[in-house]
């Protein structure tokens, strides 16, 4: 607060009455008036007044690097901008704001001269590539290579359209060059088609025949003699002439569901056998495994064995119930010497089973 009840700082003042100045290094201007409050409240609102413009010259300057904005645009704003400053009504340094403006506007001078080059560049490219399309095609006009080179049109109107416009005279041109190509391309192909519909109406002929015997062997058992059969129905089906689209589409359909359905039928029917298999193996090695079991249990010499084995056992529990420790020595030697050659006699039995 001034001594004479003026709110101001560095850069302004707003006097009782509502004056507000703005002070710049040429002295003082009236910059503006405020009645809607203390002269603090139009110090405060002329401060943020300019603290805007600083947040639009700062928005610019991010904008052209972060190439939001084109060059172009951002150079009219800041020029607007710069010139708005001379009559602003704000308080703040507007000297750093314009020299802020001027790096502003000399970068995006030299930005939008360089996109100017660039697109002048680009737009050469793009009719040096739109050329080289249109010769392309025109080489392709006398082309008997119907399909590849029907397909080499589709990719070159491709091209085209990924192709960057020149200017509308050019493009115009160069069109009207590319799509005359295409069209006596276009009108040879259908000439030479046109020659083919008796061809055509045969091989429709003969696959709806093909089609028909295919679905006929579609249950079929008899999965050898019917699998070759579908084979050479296949071969002579890709040997025949396409159709139309929708044609070929709706019996191949038929053709191949009928396929699908014996082939798939063979393979459950071969899964459901080799699982039979694996069955039969697995119970026939359960019963293998028993009869194994069963001999090994009835073998008279390792029984015998085991009888040895259980006597020794005897034995040595009495030896040690009566403390005769000669007599238990014996008897445990009896006993591992009988234990061992049962074993050897047990493994050889698994051995040889």
């Not at 697109?119 to 392309?136: D, L, P, S």
């Not at 119907?146 to 416009?165: C, H, I, M, N, Y």
């Not at 045969?202 to 084979?231: F, V």
């Not at 053709?255 to 014996?262: K, T, Y």
């Amino acid at each position: 607060m001034s001594p004479h009840g003026a709110a101001s700082n560095r850069y302004g003042r707003v006097d009782p009455d509502g004056t507000v100045y703005l002070i710049t290094p040429d002295g003082e201007r009236v910059v503006g008036s405020w009645q809607a409050g203390s002269p603090e409240e139009g110090l405060a609102h002329f401060v943020r007044r300019y603290d805007d413009i600083e947040t639009d010259v700062t928005l610019l300057a991010t904008r052209l690097q972060s190439k939001a904005a084109t060059p172009q645009h951002t150079l009219e704003q800041a020029l607007r901008l710069q010139k708005s400053l001379s009559d602003a009504s704000v308080i703040g340094d507007l000297a750093v704001l314009d020299a802020k403006l001027t790096v502003i506007i000399e970068r995006a001078r030299e930005a939008a001269e360089a996109a100017t080059a660039a697109k002048k560049t680009a737009r050469m490219e793009a009719v040096a590539r739109k050329e080289e399309i249109v010769a392309h095609a025109e080489g392709l006009a006398d082309s008997t290579r119907w399909k590849a080179t029907g397909d080499e049109f589709v990719q070159l109107l491709q091209r085209w359209k990924d192709s960057p416009t020149t200017d509308r005279g050019t493009d115009k041109a160069l069109w009207k060059r590319f799509a005359a190509a295409r069209d006596e391309f276009n009108k040879r192909r259908g000439t030479h088609f046109a020659g083919l519909d008796a061809a055509r109406k045969a091989a429709a002929q003969r696959k709806e025949e093909l089609t028909t015997e295919a679905e006929a062997l579609a249950a079929s058992t008899e999965w050898q003699d019917t699998a070759a059969t579908l084979k050479q129905l296949m071969a002579e089906w890709k040997g025949l002439p396409r159709l139309a689209k929708e044609a070929e589409d709706r019996l191949w359909t038929r053709f191949r569901g009928a396929q699908d359905a014996f082939f798939t039928q063979r393979s459950e029917a071969f899964s459901t056998a080799d699982e039979d298999r694996k069955r039969r193996r697995a119970a026939q090695q359960v019963v293998r495994d028993q009869q194994r079991e069963h001999a090994k249990q009835n073998n008279p010499l390792l029984n015998q064995m085991r009888e040895q084995v259980e006597r020794a056992t005897r034995q040595m529990e009495r030896a040690r119930a009566g403390g005769d420790e000669a007599a238990l020595a014996e008897a445990e030697r009896s006993l591992a010497g009988k234990q061992r050659v049962l074993q050897l006699a047990e493994q050889a039995g698994k051995s040889a089973s």
